[in-house]
């Protein structure tokens, strides 16, 4: 296990409070980063892995009764309180990890657990205004869909207006 001395610590917050001063962030959502963030947790490593194939969605199967991995792998990370992890997913390359994190963080903000700065708002915005393919389940259907078209859905509407966040989606078809 890696340990950190006391002058790495203290270096590192010093640099993320002329960071956040730069950027506007709130340094104790930095501070709340390093001392819970914990990118060994295998919920937060499958919703961040570039190279596994993710289904969005609320549930799977032939019976449709099955919850897909991310959904589970998400959920987990909610009733950890991870919400650290779960901000940090916004960041991944792993799309359907990215929508699982941009549903759990707007639901948690809209009932009063967290509270998302203008900051994680904008990079939710920037990720939703930008355009890619989402793998999915609808019970026992499966397709690929833009995302695009997946946040223009009720579900993704009541939560984005719920926390008073507007998009801008070009149309490309």
């Given amino acids: 296990m890696k340990t950190t001395s006391r002058r790495q610590i203290l270096t590192t917050l010093i640099w ?11 340094i104790t959502d ?20 570039s190279t596994s194939t993710l289904l969005y969605g609320e ?26 992890l ?24 809209r009932n009063g657990i967290i509270n998302l700065s203008s900051f994680d708002k904008k990079k939710i915005i920037r990720i939703i205004e930008k355009d890619f393919e989402i793998f999915r389940c609808l019970g ?9 078209d997946l946040f223009q859905e009720q579900k993704f509407q009541d939560l984005l207006n719920s926390n008073e966040i507007k998009i801008t989606i070009a149309n490309t078809k």
Avoid at 30 to 49: A, G, H
Avoid at 62 to 79: H, M, T, V
């Fill in 140 to 148: 026992c259907e499966y397709e690929t869909i833009d995302s695009s």
């Fill in 16 to 26: 993320l409070i002329f960071v956040s001063d730069l950027f506007g962030h709130s």
């Fill in 30 to 49: 930095q501070v709340e980063y390093i001392s819970r963030s914990d990118t060994t947790n295998p919920s937060y490593r499958l919703l961040t892995d």
């Fill in 86 to 109: 779960i901000k940090e997913l916004l960041d991944s390359q792993n799309n359907e990890g990215r929508v699982y994190a941009i549903e759990a963080l707007l639901d948690l903000n």
């Fill in 59 to 84: 549930y799977c199967g032939l019976d449709g009764q099955d919850q897909p991995a991310g959904r589970l792998a998400i959920e987990d990370l909610i009733a950890k309180k991870q919400f650290s």
